[in-house]
């Protein structure tokens, strides 16, 4: 049972490169999110999707783009990378929105320079 | 503005020890609230979920507790473990996207 599965789980980038993080779920959810974690920031929200083919900004979309191509998928990425992006990102899934539980990855470490 | 509260930050206690998490939160209309387990260096885990119109879940030696009138939710650990050193995180749920997430207790259990 994978449940919420991200890759890479950990990378490097130096400042202006580009990459996408991968997030896959095989619990047939509809809500999938997007977080960074920071030291005593706690977790804010980067993006989310409600369905296939949905994407909406969440408290900090700056510097991020998402799609949601297939159900199972959410993808994130940087287009052009900065030490300021340097985080944990957690992506996570749930059933319903209002009352379903929240499940999450296992994080991906990004490191900018 | 809803704000979830975590006291204390970091938490130390004996094996054995039965301990409570505390989670205060600002705005009393949520739909549910969660607690998580984070490990070094690891993603969170669901320990217990807990529906706006319930008062308590248990799981094991997990046991928490929700008073929406008075913002509290509390997480009971039963004869504490090593094994139970961890940070413990709450969300509530607003609706639709909207968990807010306390900062944590960080836990250490001395054996």
């Known amino acids: 049972n994978a449940g919420v599965t991200q890759t890479p789980k950990f990378r490097v980038l130096k400042t202006g490169q580009s990459m996408t993080l991968l997030c896959a779920q095989d619990?047939?959810?509809?809500?999938m999110y997007w977080y960074r974690q920071d030291p005593g920031m706690g977790l804010r929200l980067i993006h989310y999707?409600?369905?296939?083919?949905?994407?909406a900004k969440g408290e900090v979309p700056d510097g991020y783009n998402v799609s949601r191509l297939k159900k199972q998928n959410f993808l994130l990425g940087l287009e052009s990378a900065a030490p300021s992006q340097t985080s944990v990102y957690f992506c996570?899934?749930?059933?319903?929105?209002?009352?379903?539980?929240?499940?999450f990855g296992e994080g991906s470490r990004l490191t900018v320079l | 503005k809803q704000e979830v509260t975590q006291i204390p930050a970091a938490l130390s206690v004996p094996e054995g020890e039965n301990l409570v998490l505390n989670c205060s939160f600002t705005?009393?209309?949520?739909?549910?609230l969660q607690w998580f387990r984070q490990d070094p260096g690891k993603g969170l885990t669901s320990l217990l979920l807990?529906?706006?119109?319930?008062r308590e879940q248990t799981s094991g030696r997990l046991n928490a507790s929700l008073d929406k009138s008075s913002g509290r939710s509390t997480l009971y650990i039963a004869a504490s473990q090593p094994g139970d050193s961890a940070t413990y995180l709450c969300?509530?749920?607003?609706?639709?996207?909207?968990?807010?997430f306390g900062t944590g207790t960080r836990l250490k259990v001395l054996a």
């Open positions: 996570a899934s749930s059933s319903g929105a209002n009352t379903g539980e929240l499940f």
């Open positions: 619990m047939n959810h509809e809500y």
């Open positions: 999707s409600v369905g296939e083919g949905t994407t």
């Open positions: 705005d009393s209309a949520i739909y549910n």
């Open positions: 807990i529906q706006s119109s319930q």
């Open positions: 969300a509530v749920n607003k609706g639709t996207y909207k968990y807010i």
